[in-house]
């Protein structure tokens, strides 16, 4: 098949919650849909998900925007795409800029199985239809309010609940929380702000029970995280370091972590993700679906990868009422018995609400061969 021509939605939804974390607080979720049209007039969507800051990794959306439109959609300029696995190597010359070649790549793997009649988890292994989610929650210092909000996640059915921690914010909310809830799946996220120096207040996480520690230090400290695996009971999970199969092989090598969050736009794409579940699974490292705040193009595209059932942590792929008041496809997510449905459809499973997009976001073609 031949991409012939590719658009897109520039989209900003508001959150029904500000959601704050140790790098920023966050109010609206601004991300495109990149809709990819073949030879045939079929159509495949992809979500570009990186936030407006530089803070949770290096890339941005403008500078996204800038990597897909100037680099990478060149690239597919008159090229006979056989299977989605040839473009994670056909992007290969473009150094970085994984969410930019996820965006294009993911929406290229959706446009591949609508062509060929299937659900994309059918080139997935051993799948399921419902898959156990789980729910994070911001840095909410009142600690009452934060107490009433997980009663009412629990309440909901939400399998596993991450806190999002920093210096300061820490300790006392995590016992707060386990006072209430003693037999709560608990992990914690830092994204990356602690050091090295905090090992000794680190180490008092282990008194909690807690199914893991994500990201305590920084994105290029695989050491640092390794010496902490050794002085600490609980499993460490590194999110922010990993961006390629061989980060994991480091991390493993080290012993930097004993869990991985994989997200599929911070590594590339499908292909990329694929192959670092196949690492996991080999070498007995846990590994579960994280998030990026997604609408239901990305949120689809993780229920579907989710359905393998080497995935038996939580993630994080909440209902589309969790973060939004409305979404921008025809039949959001919703959450029952702790549990949502990976959607039947051809592809990813979804189809783009015209009225939402028309309220929320802004159409323009990017490339026509």
């Known amino acids: 098949m031949e991409i012939h021509r590719i658009d897109r939605y520039r989209v900003r939804l508001p959150l029904r919650i500000p959601f704050e974390t140790s790098y920023g607080r966050?109010?609206?979720?601004?991300?495109?849909?990149?809709?990819?049209?073949?030879?045939?007039?079929?159509?495949?969507?992809?979500?570009?998900?990186?936030?407006?800051?530089?803070?949770?990794?290096e890339e941005t959306i403008e500078t996204a925007r800038i990597m897909i439109e100037n680099y990478l959609i060149p690239l597919l300029k008159d090229v006979d795409i056989r299977h989605p696995k040839e473009i994670a190597l056909l992007f290969d010359e473009v150094k970085g800029n994984y969410m930019a070649k996820s965006s294009l790549e993911t929406a290229i793997w959706d446009l591949y199985a609508k062509r060929e009649g299937n659900s994309l988890k059918t080139y997935f292994e051993d799948t399921r239809t419902q898959i156990p989610v789980g729910v994070s929650v911001g840095i909410q210092t009142d600690l009452t309010k934060l107490i009433t909000q997980i009663t009412q996640y629990v309440a909901l059915g939400y399998q596993r609940i991450k806190l999002k921690i920093r210096p300061g914010y820490d300790l006392k909310p995590i016992e707060a929380i386990r006072h209430r809830f003693p037999d709560l799946t608990?992990?914690?996220?830092?994204?990356?702000?602690?050091?090295?120096?905090?090992?000794?207040?680190?180490?008092?996480f282990d008194d909690y029970d807690l199914a893991m520690i994500e990201q305590p230090f920084a994105a290029n400290d695989f050491l640092d995280h390794a010496q902490l695996q050794k002085e600490i009971k609980t499993d460490i999970c590194l999110d922010e370091n990993i961006r390629t199969l061989k980060d994991c092989e480091l991390a493993y090598a080290l012993g930097s972590c004993r869990s991985i969050n994989l997200k599929i736009p911070r590594v590339g794409g499908i292909t990329e993700a694929l192959k670092i579940v196949g690492f996991c699974k080999e070498k007995n490292l846990q590994v579960w679906l994280g998030g990026m705040f997604e609408s239901g193009v990305g949120r689809a595209l993780n229920l579907q990868f989710a359905s393998q059932k080497v995935f038996t942590f939580p993630g994080d792929i909440s209902a589309s009422d969790r973060y939004y008041y409305e979404d921008i496809i025809t039949n959001p997510f919703v959450i029952e018995n702790?549990?949502?449905?990976?959607?039947?459809?051809?592809?990813?499973?979804?189809?783009?609400?015209?009225?939402?997009?028309?309220?929320?976001?802004?159409y323009e073609t990017i490339s026509t061969n």
């Open 26 to 57: 966050l109010t609206e979720k601004a991300f495109d849909i990149l809709v990819v049209t073949d030879d045939q007039g079929n159509q495949g969507i992809g979500e570009l998900v990186p936030f407006e800051q530089p803070d949770y990794i």
């Open 338 to 362: 702790g549990e949502i449905a990976v959607p039947d459809g051809l592809g990813i499973g979804v189809t783009l609400s015209k009225e939402a997009l028309a309220k929320y976001g802004l």
């Open 186 to 204: 608990l992990m914690v996220d830092a994204n990356s702000a602690y050091t090295i120096n905090d090992m000794s207040h680190l180490k008092q």
